[in-house]
Nanobody, 121 residues
Framework: QVQLVESGGGLVQAGGSLRLSCAASGRTFSNTAMGWFRQAPGKEREFVAAVNWNGIKRYADSVKGRFPISRDNAKNTVYLQMNSLKPEDTAVYYC???????????????WGQGTQVTVSS
């Protein structure tokens, strides 16, 4: 069982930065793939970034080069540094954990409650 709690969302102007954190409970954190997803109003949940147990990372094309993902296994925490934010990045951002290496929401068993990110123009 893994429980996830996100933090770090908020309101920021276009071009600004935010860092999201996701704290995980459970002793198997280092064996999980951790992903960030987002969902804007009226849209489906979409993949943003993921990092697996070997530190391999994957990004959606829309955030590549702007949103580096990282994990600290000693702190059971995964981060999403969001730079050069755009109004179209506005969404609820979710942290998720999986024992598979996947970029699809259906492949993630554990989810956080989500944190709102709003980017004003």
């Amino acid at each position: 069982q893994v429980q996830l709690v996100e933090s770090g969302g908020g309101l920021v102007q276009a071009g600004g930065s935010l860092r999201l954190s996701c704290a995980a409970s459970g002793r198997t954190f280092s064996n999980t793939a951790m992903g960030w997803f987002r969902q804007a109003p009226g849209k489906e949940r979409e993949f943003v970034a993921a990092v697996n147990w070997n530190g391999i990372k994957r990004y959606a094309d829309s955030v590549k080069g702007r949103f580096p993902i990282s994990r600290d296994n000693a702190k059971n925490t995964v981060y999403l540094q969001m730079n050069s934010l755009k109004p179209e990045d506005t969404a609820v951002y979710y942290c998720a954990a999986s024992y598979e290496w996947t970029m699809t929401p259906g492949g993630y068993k554990y989810w956080g409650q989500g944190t709102q990110v709003t980017v004003s123009s």
